[in-house]
């Protein structure tokens, strides 16, 4: 369901439709209903939501699994990737202005872009990627963010340098491939049979399916892991790294005695909504350089399908919610 007509009955009013959950549990409690329009704070910028990403985040959340690192409150709007217009601007806000096609990944202890509107603080929005529509625009600032700043500020990787990209055909991993591609490094991607040649188009060199063949009988002396599987995966990957390479992780690290005899740097980090990275990825999109994966776009009311679906934990590139369709959308 798109809300064309829905949309427009509900500019005027102080609801609109959202995605929220009163309680963590399964997808069943996830549920459709009208929410009161965000109100406006001086620093934020109100987002007509075009299309809302989803993520991995999402369904931990909903589950109850990240209430320690995201404490919300009930009823809690999901969602923490959004394309979308301003629709309105806060008093302290100077650099937007209604009608700007925009996206960000808002803060992920707040609601979120599961809605047709949601409040983000302006200093977190970017303008969005001119070359893309808003559902492939919504699919990129969460897993871009990740990737970019994993592989760049985090695993400081170089040109010629050889890295192994884990789950490369995931949300993330795609992402990463095109970055290290993009870099000049030498990458070694990990996935299952049906995705290797599309993570080899996506500029992997070599691409290992990991239901066949164990990554570390045939890799060594590697600079960089980007480990977004974590446990015994992680912990097979310090055989692979060369003494004193990195091993960056988007979910627990857990350095043990192989990655310490190596002198390995194990680290995990979240990655932050940094609008010089989103403008610095909007600048390769824009120049042909970088292409978000969008696998499947799904309605608003599907949000329970698109993330059970998400938590199998086989997608391909990326998920997104249509809220409002592209015809729609105010042409920039
Ligand atoms: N710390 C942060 O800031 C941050 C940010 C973003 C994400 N994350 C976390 O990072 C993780 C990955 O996120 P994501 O969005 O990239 O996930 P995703 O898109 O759901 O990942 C799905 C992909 O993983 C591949 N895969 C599954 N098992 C694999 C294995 N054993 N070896 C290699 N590939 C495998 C699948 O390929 P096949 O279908 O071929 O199996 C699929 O394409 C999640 O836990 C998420 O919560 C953390």
Do not use: C
């Amino acid at each position: 369901m798109i809300y064309e007509q829905g949309i427009q009955d509900t500019i005027n009013r102080q609801h609109m439709k959202a995605v929220r959950i009163h309680s963590f549990g399964g997808p069943e409690v996830l549920k459709f209903e009208d929410a009161p329009k965000p109100e406006l704070n001086p620093d934020e910028v109100l987002i007509k939501v075009y299309a809302s990403g989803v993520n991995p985040i999402d369904w931990k959340i909903r589950s109850g699994m990240g209430k320690e690192k995201f404490p919300g409150s009930f009823p809690l709007t999901l969602g923490w990737d959004v394309a979308g217009v301003i629709e309105a601007v806060g008093s302290a806000v100077k650099n937007f202005r209604k009608g700007e096609a925009v996206y960000s990944r808002p803060d992920p202890t707040k609601n979120g872009s599961y809605a047709e509107y949601v409040a983000v603080k302006a200093d977190i929005v970017e303008r969005k990627p001119e070359s893309l529509d808003f559902a492939h625009a919504a699919a990129v600032p969460l897993a871009g963010l990740t990737a970019w700043q994993g592989l760049f500020d985090h695993g400081k990787l170089q040109a010629g340098q050889k890295v192994l990209i884990h789950a490369a055909s995931g949300g993330v991993g795609s992402f990463a491939v095109q970055f290290a591609s993009w870099k000049g490094a030498h990458i070694i991607g990990t996935t299952s049979e049906k995705n290797i040649a599309f993570v080899k188009s996506l500029g992997a060199d070599e691409v290992i399916d990991y239901k066949n063949e164990k990554f570390e009988e045939r890799l060594q002396n590697l600079d960089l892991v980007f480990d977004t599987l974590g446990g015994e995966i992680q912990k097979r990957s310090f055989r692979v790294l060369k003494n004193g390479g990195r091993l960056i992780t988007t979910v627990r690290p857990e350095p043990d005695e192989v990655s310490n005899a190596k002198n390995i740097l194990v680290e995990g980090f979240m990655a932050l909504s940094v609008p010089e990275d989103l403008e610095q990825i909007a600048g390769l999109i824009d120049q042909g350089k970088i292409k978000p994966v969008v696998s499947r776009i799904m309605p608003l009311d599907e949000a329970a399908e698109a993330q059970k679906l998400s938590e199998q934990g086989h997608v391909k590139g990326k998920i997104v919610l249509q809220v409002l369709k592209e015809s729609s959308a105010i042409p920039q």
